[in-house]
């Protein structure tokens, strides 16, 4: 096995084994643009180093010194020589981009004796000293793990004496002062003299960087972005080009395009006579790459020239870094640039103006998980760089929040009255909070996770939520909220969320609104155009469906008709409907239910005019919309004519151990089959009603958490039962169709049998998940921070399909559900309809749509998109 | 389609189109015994009438008209002829034997025309008169479904006119004259004169009992014993012979053997001058079948003839109906007779010593859920004869008991401390009611299913116990219980409730202990001989494995460690252990509970010397075990150095929404490590120190709950470096397994992955079933009565294994792991172990071992040997 590539043997698909910087550089290189020569040691030889102990084996010592002669002979230097020394940096890169998160050294091969003849040979002491220092100062942090300030108190102690503002501000004189001491205080931290032998400066500063892809930086970082941990990084070793060479020198980073707004014109800044690590580090202020036009004009001109032509072949922003030695342009890396949403979606349509690429390139160049940032409220940037967040939690709705906290909905609502911006904060909310959720800026709570009560309505709701926020402390009684620093705030002091990034802020932030350019329009038009799976939206009121309609729902996926009980005149005949004694008074609570509910659909299939509305039956335990307080029992027990302590026994009958597990969905219908009728009643006079006055209405009946092929022919039966005799009575002609969701696991065993007896299959994956994983998602948060910790998990399966296992059973359910019924129409509603990699799988397994809350439809439709071409792609 | 047979067009293997009655009049004819000719209306025309909106169609009219016509021919009789006329009887007859359930009717075919002819060719006018008003009662009440008694008051006032005892006592005036008032009560309650045509007797006759089919009794019946609700019914139709022709006529029932204790010897009773409904109804008091022998002596030889050839024929003892008509013997029906598990054994062992049955045939006359009957103690016959049961619930352990009710485990102990004998009530039981459990004659509960705690633990126990009985009302804390009929018991007063039938007595019954005799073992060792599937036993305590080892019990498949923590001592320290707020604490607690589990496990090996034992580390959330009371948690805070305020804040933080998929099983070892250390230290311990003494330990640790290959890999990680690390410095060569249950979806669809890392897998269908349905068991119960009412449902899924569902995951899971690691243990260790039809599936899916409760381990060996046999059978 070969563990390294020169530059000359790699080329930018390789970056898997070379890792992108390593892949780039031998593009680049082979391209013919000016990079310093050199060779990559692969992430293969990095999964050796963990996988032997963290050694380095001996064959890859054995490769990489040979290519080192390799390099000694390219450049005609020699490593450690005293007469024409070869001097190196050594750099990891990762397969996937991980800025600054992995260590650098640069200068490697300098000793005292190198240090003496590069003087000689340059002439340039200071030059020499400047860089020695530097090594030192890097080896000693990277290889060795000690204290970087130390050193740096150093440097500062000498520029305070030499009344030296900047580093450059220092001579000859007084960098050699800095590498003397430097090499003493390594002497005095480490117990040893600084290593003069260059190959093992070099064996070990490879193992560092091998090291640092396990760096608690690292792995956080990997966590958030979804890398997973066996990837490991390569390292790449390039002779030495110094931008700290003098003042015809320097260094600097630009991306090709303007990443924050996608304007077509070089962007970047550069430091005069400086190393890399100087303009991250912040030392001097960088002066913007437009100044370099006037400096060195030729250097621009030649810089401007490259970058052009990376574009053009890479076909996308390039982000460069670049060093000028004494009137030489190198470049040291190139990628493809991050940039904000906004830019993303202008300079995707910007390339296909200018010819550059396809519109189905285009498609792929915005990440869909971004797209919701464009519709969504945000901080203002400049406010938000002064800040620290105070904790974080899950980023479960997005956008930007600010307000004064309140504890409870009834706190939120008269805050609202006199004017004021909230925000609502609670261990965790129930349908109860509804109200409050409305009319507060955003929602933050202790417990749930990713699809928890307050997550799934934020999202419906496009409020900005942070849920499972465990490390803080919520006294609803006392109206406090503690933070993890100890410091308790009260009702009425500011917070602020970001439901995009999960951080929460002790503080008032500005916000921003959201802005939707004509590109918008342009570009989701593209991907109309392409993807196969339709997309429509989960949405409860014709608010939410007329949102989402104006970002390109086809239709209604998903309308939780229990949601339409919230408001407080309807949940006490809800209430009354739940605790009746009897099967009269059952029906007589339900006759009170159905005009508000025939009048909710009526208003929704009006929104939604020739577009299919799935209507899900009633689906959660009934016990969730149970009065608690004292003094609402009492109302509820006069209305229905019981005794106080009756109704309250009859409700505490009504408990159950797992809930989740226990008497909702399908089952009330099967003990109760008068809440079907009675929902049928309303979804199809709501049809007749809405018809008479010229609308299409396409009313998609469902009936949750289906298990039994009997089961669904049951309630069916009555559905189609009642609906016939209204149909029959009415004189109007409507179509409807009767369907099931797919959520519990048997299910999808006798999909071929349900089938026969459905028009569709709605996949409920958020139950799927938690029942083929036996994770409940509302206690599940809690301990699955430890699966993560501990790398068992990379991915919430809650937010992103677990393909593995729940995958498997949606293309189970699709294989027999076709077989059983080769017409059935085959959708998805779970909140995995809104995210990316979760649409890209039901693309793969042959869905014909996805439902997602309303902000999600435009990351739906592109990733639908994406998935479309990159399946031709692959063909 | 042929829709009705003649007998001599029959056999007995037609059971399924003619039921079983319809089967065996056919087989009879043509053995040539003695059968009055006729012949059997199909099941499918069952069917066929109620897919025909209760109709009977035509061609099916027609069908039985021509066959009337052949019955015509052979016995030289009409069909409502005034010269010859022929009687005939219609008889009701399903696949499976519903005894009483399904309706009857006699001498069809009598009118008034027909009565005055018969009398003219009999000279019996009180024969006649008698058969007529049969009739009419019968048809009032089957067909027509009037009120029989209206009818009965009528023969009392007359018998009571006549000052007759019996009706046999009214002479033929008597009986004209009941007759002619039956007439006239007929038409008073119908509005019409009795029907006189019999082709309209006949057709209305067949629907009838067709429709008796749906007749709630026949309804109930089938649910209890899982017939189909779609089998339907055949209906019989006889020439008439007449047992009430006079004084050498007569009707009987017998048994070629001894039901009760299995006896070889003809056990039955007669009536003289009788027909067949008057030896149920119990109008006369019948005699024995043994004085038919003095009375009838040729008869009685006959007879007895009859019942060799039969039982001969049918390799089974019989349940005989007879008619002797004036001299003549006539056999109505024969069936396989019922029996007591007790007479089943010795029918089964005395067969095949006398050579009439094969080892294999005898194993397949015994049913094996009726074997624990022998091993429990059962309520005195006569007794409960003249007892109704006040409720029911579900029999959730079997076994009699009866004593004093007490409403909680101290109350329980302390009554048993006084010598009382005593029963537990609990709205549901809990870890903390283990004492009781212990110390009360059995349990009765109104929550819970089949497999709530107080089930699995009761039939841990072999403790009777009822459970899910939720038409009663509990007050724990008044400690009264009110019965549905609305009487209150109070703490102390008596109650008895059966274990094996699910009935509760609001009184005080008498018990018996159970007897096994020597034809037991014979038995069992004929089972073991043909059976592949190994049974172990779920046991925690040394005296459970004692007894499954008595019982057969080839090692324990399931040592659930919990249950070690229950005692009071121990549940301290554990309790400790859980709320401990550091990992020093958390290491503290757990070297506490160590000694103990050591300890445990030590005697568990001793009594399971060269068998295997698997051992699952710690499954239920950790908030079961947590203390309610306060003075507990202020004792638990003291030994804690906690705040008793902080305690219960940690307490309440435990609480989970959905406590069976939270956090438990395995993740509580991912969240706390040490608790897996401390649990394979005391296992690994344990075997060195049994070593030592001579026993041949052998631990298999059985991780619950996984659900990721990962998962299961950091789990194995630790418990194996644990115990190479304890072993090597002990220097003992101790042989272990690890394996996994399989109970969570997600393992069936990834057990490839696991298997690479699992010695066995244990399929742990409680929890299979749960997740696989969504069915919370601790909830289901409460809606799932009304599946069966509607028959959605017709088992109960967590009593046998759901074959669509739930058996397609385990045989996939059994595939996929074989897959994974060809050499793989498989077993089952949920309660379907112990349940016959689930252990059929085990067996035919290819597991290598079931483990059930103590007391089910005969069913299991049993079951697993008539698996066998029937699978050979089916090559």
């Not at 096995?1 to 082979?30: C, H, I, P, Q, W």
């Not at 393909?803 to 076709?818: I, P, Y």
Request: proline share 4%.
């Amino acid at each position: 096995m070969k563990f390294v590539y020169s530059f000359e043997e790699g080329n930018k698909d390789m970056r898997e084994l070379l890792g992108g910087k390593g892949a780039n550089l031998a593009e680049m290189t082979n391209l013919g643009l000016p990079v310093p020569r050199g060779f990559t040691i692969t992430t293969e030889a990095c999964n050796n180093y963990y996988q032997n102990n963290q050694n380095i084996d001996n064959n890859i010592i054995n490769e990489i010194m040979q290519n080192i002669t390799k390099l000694e002979q390219k450049t005609g230097k020699k490593f450690g020589s005293d007469t024409k020394p070869l001097l190196i940096s050594v750099r990891s890169g990762s397969r996937a981009s991980m800025p600054g998160m992995m260590d650098t050294i640069l200068n490697l091969g300098i000793n005292d004796q190198v240090a003496t003849s590069l003087i000689k040979l340059t002439n340039n002491p200071r030059f020499v000293c400047d860089s020695y220092r530097r090594f030192i100062e890097m080896y000693a942090d990277v290889v060795d793990g000690l204290d970087r300030n130390e050193f740096e108190k150093i440097l500062s102690e000498i520029k305070e004496k030499k009344q030296a503002q900047f580093d450059t501000d220092l001579d000859a004189n007084a960098m050699f002062e800095v590498t003397m001491r430097f090499k003493a205080l390594y002497k005095k931290l480490k117990g040893k003299n600084f290593p003069q032998d260059p190959k093992i400066q070099l064996i070990e500063a490879v193992a560092a960087v091998f090291k640092s892809w396990n760096n608690e930086r690292a792995e956080v970082y990997r966590k958030m972005n979804n890398i997973p941990h066996d990837w490991g990084t390569a390292v790449n070793i390039q002779e030495m080009v110094y931008g700290n060479y003098g003042n015809t020198s320097g260094t600097g980073v630009a991306f090709t395009r303007n990443p924050a707004n996608g304007e077509n014109k070089l962007y970047g800044e550069y430091l005069i006579n400086a190393q890399g690590e100087d303009v991250v580090a912040g030392i001097r202020t960088p002066q913007s790459i437009d100044t370099l036009k006037s400096i060195m004009p030729n250097i621009y001109v030649q810089f401007e020239s490259v970058a052009k032509t990376l574009e053009k072949h890479y076909k996308d922003m390039q982000d460069m870094e670049f060093t000028i030695e004494n009137g030489h342009l190198f470049m040291l890396q190139t990628r493809n640039g991050k940039r904000t949403a906004h830019a993303a979606l202008k300079i995707a349509v910007d390339m296909v103006n200018e010819g550059l690429i396809t519109k189905e390139e285009a498609l792929l160049k915005v990440d869909p998980n971004t797209l919701d940032q464009l519709l969504h409220k945000t901080f203002d940037d400049e406010e938000l760089k002064k800040l620290h967040p105070c904790t974080t939690g899950l980023a479960a709705s997005p956008g930007a929040g600010t307000g004064k906290i309140y504890f409870n909905a009834e706190d939120i609502s008269k805050a609202k009255q006199r004017g004021e911006e909230t925000l609502l904060i609670r261990q965790e909310t129930s349908p109860e909070d509804i109200t409050g959720m409305k009319d507060a800026n955003g929602i933050l709570t202790v417990h749930g996770g990713m699809t928890s009560h307050a997550a799934v309505v934020a999202r419906g709701m496009g409020k900005c939520c942070v849920c499972g926020c465990t490390n803080i402390t919520v006294n609803e009684k006392d109206k406090t909220l503690t933070l993890p620093n100890g410091k308790t705030l009260h009702e009425g002091d500011y917070m602020s969320i970001d439901g995009t990034t999960g951080c929460v802020y002790d503080t008032q932030i500005k916000t921003k609104e959201a802005t939707v350019s004509g590109d918008f329009e342009t570009f989701m038009n593209w991907a109309d155009s392409v993807k196969k799976l339709e997309v429509r939206t989960n949405a409860d009121t014709p608010k939410d469906a007329e949102v989402a309609k104006k970002f390109g729902a086809k239709g209604i996926g998903l309308c939780r008709t229990e949601h339409m009980f919230f408001d407080k005149d309807r949940i006490f005949n809800f209430r009354m409907m739940i605790t009746a004694p009897d099967l009269e008074k059952r029906k007589l609570a339900l006759s009170k239910i159905l005009p508000y509910q025939r009048n909710d659909f009526e208003k929704l299939f009006e929104t939604m005019n020739n577009l299919p509305v799935v209507i899900r039956y009633l689906d959660p335990p009934l016990h969730e919309f149970l009065p608690k307080k004292d003094e609402e029992i009492k109302e509820l027990a006069l209305s229905l004519n019981m005794e106080y302590q009756e109704l309250k026994e009859r409700i505490e009958a009504l408990k159950e151990f797992n809930p989740m597990m226990g008497h909702r969905g399908c089952r009330l219908s099967i003990t109760y089959p008068e809440i079907a009728v009675m929902q049928t009643q309303a979804v199809i006079e709501a049809a007749i009603n809405v018809t008479k006055r010229g609308i299409n209405a396409k009313p998609e009946i469902m009936i949750p958490l289906i298990g039994d092929a009997k089961e669904l022919k049951y309630i069916k039966n009555i559905i189609c039962t009642t609906a016939n005799e209204i149909i029959k009575q009415s004189g109007v002609n409507i179509k409807y169709l009767v369907g099931t969701m797919i959520e519990i696991p048997r299910a999808v065993l006798i999909a071929d049998e349900l089938a026969k007896n459905a028009d569709f299959f709605s996949f409920g994956t958020n139950d799927l998940t938690q029942l083929t994983y036996g994770f409940s998602r509302d206690d599940s948060s809690k301990f699955l921070k430890d699966y993560y910790a501990k790398r068992i998990f990379e991915k919430d399966p809650f937010a992103t399909i677990d393909e593995e296992g729940v995958g498997r059973l949606v293309e189970l359910g699709v294989t027999l559900g076709k077989k059983g019924n080769p017409n059935i129409e085959l959708g998805i509603c779970g909140e995995h309809a809104g995210d990316a990699d979760s649409i890209a799988l039901c693309h793969k397994i042959g869905l014909n749509y996805v439902s997602c809350s309303p902000y999600r439809v435009p990351t739906a439709r592109l990733a639908a998109a994406i998935a479309a071409i990159r399946e031709h792609n692959n063909k």
